[in-house]
Antibody, heavy 118, light 108 residues
Framework: EVQLVQSGAEVKKPGESLKISCKGS????????IGWVRQMPGKGLEWMGI????????RYSPSFQGQVTISADKSISTAYLQWSSLKASDTAMYYC???????????WGQGTLVTVSS | EIVMTQSPATLSVSPGERATLSCRAS??????LAWYQQKPGQAPRLLIY???TRATGIPARFSGSGSGTEFTLTISSLQSEDFAVYYC??????????FGQGTKVEIK
């Protein structure tokens, strides 16, 4: 069974750094792209970027380029999303999602809620 | 950037009735269009990909149609568990996924 298990909720202060994770299991982790999606409170879905764990090829949405860093450690089948300096506007639910045979999001993690507040 | 526009924003439907949701792309996305369902407190779930192919385990009351710039998701007879928010997403302009803003299907 394919699973994407994300790290737990985080509460941070503005200016702090953060790295959240998404661990894949039940499939060949290095063979499928994994994307990150933001959902701000009460809002819709926004694609942030995507990584191919096999060679760490990474692409970003123009809206998020330079704001976050996406990485992966294939030795532990885990993808990451990180911030160097959080802002209150980063408060959101973040989902990881894996491609299917096509470039749609077939499998989703359960989400990680990030709250940034002073 | 391809902009996806969904209509209506909210759809009020009685159980057992048919629901028709629309999604329009600002330029052609061929058939590279997916639909997702999201219930409160849950991650999105893939319903339809390739504009019209149901994902594994999705009931036959869900159907998708369209190509190019105009797409439709139809729920033939709404069940209580179908009241949720539905998003369309284009993946033609890979790797730049774009989602619509969502249609909330609520109980009338």
């Amino acid at each position: 069974e394919v699973q994407l298990v994300q790290s737990g909720a985080e509460v941070k202060k503005p200016g702090e750094s953060l790295k959240i994770s998404c661990k894949g299991s039940g499939y060949s982790f290095t063979s499928y792209w994994i994307g990150w999606v933001r959902q701000m409170p009460g809002k819709g879905l926004e694609w942030m970027g995507i990584i191919y764990p096999g060679d760490s090829d990474t692409r970003y949405s123009p809206s998020f380029q330079g704001q976050v860093t996406i990485s992966a450690d294939k030795s532990i089948s885990t993808a990451y999303l990180q911030w160097s300096s959080l802002k209150a506007s980063d408060t959101a639910m973040y989902y990881c999602a894996r491609h299917g045979s096509g470039s749609y999001a077939l499998y989703w993690g359960q989400g990680t809620l990030v709250t940034v507040s002073s | 950037e391809i902009v996806m526009t969904q209509s209506p924003a909210t759809l009020s439907v009685s159980p057992g009735e048919r629901a028709t949701l629309s999604c329009r792309a600002s330029q052609s996305v061929s058939s590279n269009l997916a639909w997702y369902q999201q219930k409160p407190g849950q991650a999105p779930r893939l319903l339809i990909y390739g504009a019209s192919t149901r994902a594994t385990g999705i009931p036959a009351r869900f159907s998708g149609s369209g190509s190019g710039t105009e797409f439709t998701l139809t729920i033939s007879s709404l069940q209580s568990e179908d009241f949720a928010v539905y998003y369309c997403q284009q993946y033609n302009n890979w790797p730049l996924w774009t989602f619509g803003q969502g249609t909330k299907v609520e109980i009338k």
